[in-house]
């Protein structure tokens, strides 16, 4: 993993989301940061032995869980509309071999499709051990939603400051 700032510390700081939210402390704890080296965002959690499904292997929706809310990063970050909230539409994941508990996990993404700002996009994600063999990978199709209808969406008459910060490109 390189050295660069921990981005969800710096744009989305108070974040309590299960997967990037370091202020969760249920949480994934997913670490990301830009990896020039692989024109990509990178991410990195520690799956824990509270996070297993058989004994000794992370709980595959854990990984699926991770992947996605890392999406959603690589899509706002790289993606062609910094201003937009991006949520789920569907996915497709394969699970290649097993992720054992206790190994940190990499994770790698960048766009596979693009089209407008307004257009909906294709994120490709990987979960990877240290010696870079995939675990997981998956591709998902997100969509840019405007902060107000983000905040319909989530149930809440206004985006909270912390979000309006990091959807604002961190100014």
Request: aromatic share 8%; charged share 20%; net charge negative.
């Amino acid at each position: 993993m390189n050295d660069s700032p921990l981005l969800n510390r710096e744009l989305l700081p108070h974040n309590t989301c299960f997967g990037c939210g370091l202020d969760n402390p249920a949480g994934l704890h997913i670490e990301i940061r830009r990896d020039p080296a692989e024109g990509a965002l990178s991410g990195r959690f520690v799956p824990t032995s509270r996070m297993d499904g058989f004994p000794g292997i992370t709980h595959g929706g854990l990984v699926y869980t991770a992947l996605d809310c890392f999406s959603t990063w690589v899509a706002t970050l790289l993606g062609p509309n910094r201003e937009a909230g991006w949520i789920l539409r569907s996915a497709t994941t394969t699970y290649h071999r097993p992720a054992p508990v206790g190994r940190p996990l990499t994770l790698v993404g960048r766009i596979r499709e693009q089209a407008g700002p307004w257009d909906p996009l294709v994120v490709h994600t990987e979960a990877r051990l240290e010696d870079g063999v995939v675990c997981v990978e998956a591709d998902f199709k997100v969509v840019p939603l405007t902060q107000e209808k983000l905040a319909a969406v989530g149930g809440l008459r206004e985006i909270p400051d912390n979000w309006k910060f990091f959807l604002s490109g961190g100014e």
